[in-house]
């Protein structure tokens, strides 16, 4: 049976997640989960709801399986967002997040929860929801991490600085 270590890179819209996830798969040679909520979400044909989150909670936790088995993952398997994001999200969102989001959240394992800091600039994207609130999102990160007791680091910086950050970040953490 492969060793694999999967680690969730998390954090406010608009901080990268999928940049980073796409060069530290490239960096290990490995595969990454791309964010289920973008494809869903680019697909809608309507605004979403409240339990759209629930559903793209489900094809989140199937694409980490998919990828996670797959012969072409090896090492570290890097998942764009997670269930965390999707409880943060629903919270700040909502107000309250579905019972099944939060049990699954408590049994998910991560060998290492990278949180991407708010230093980059903010990109228009028709699915961005809010500019100006990424500080108030980035500490509720922080707090949620610290109450669940999970192994992670804030990585910053721009560009190939970002990238060597989460690089020294793994290493110290996994290997």
Not at 63 to 70: A, D, G, I, Q, V
Request: charge should be negative.
């Amino acid at each position: 049976m492969k060793s694999v270590h999967k680690i969730a890179v998390v954090g406010p819209e608009c901080t990268g997640k999928s940049w980073l996830c796409a060069q530290l798969a490239h960096y290990y040679q490995t595969q990454w989960v791309p964010e289920a909520a973008r494809a869903y979400l680019e697909h809608l044909k309507r605004p979403y709801q409240y339990d759209d989150l629930t559903v793209i909670a489900k094809l989140q936790i199937k694409s980490e399986s998919t990828y996670f088995f797959s012969e072409h993952t090896k090492r570290f398997l890097f998942c764009d967002t997670n269930l965390l994001v999707i409880k943060i999200w629903s919270d700040f969102k909502y107000g309250k997040t579905d019972p099944w989001i939060t049990e699954t959240l408590h049994q998910q394992h991560y060998d290492l929860h990278i949180l991407t800091d708010i230093d980059l600039p903010w990109e228009e994207d028709p699915l961005r929801e809010h500019p100006n609130r990424r500080n108030e999102l980035f500490e509720l990160y922080v707090k949620e991490l610290n109450s669940l007791g999970v192994n992670y680091t804030i990585v910053s910086g721009v560009g190939e600085c970002r990238l060597q950050n989460a690089i020294r970040a793994i290493e110290n953490a996994i290997v």
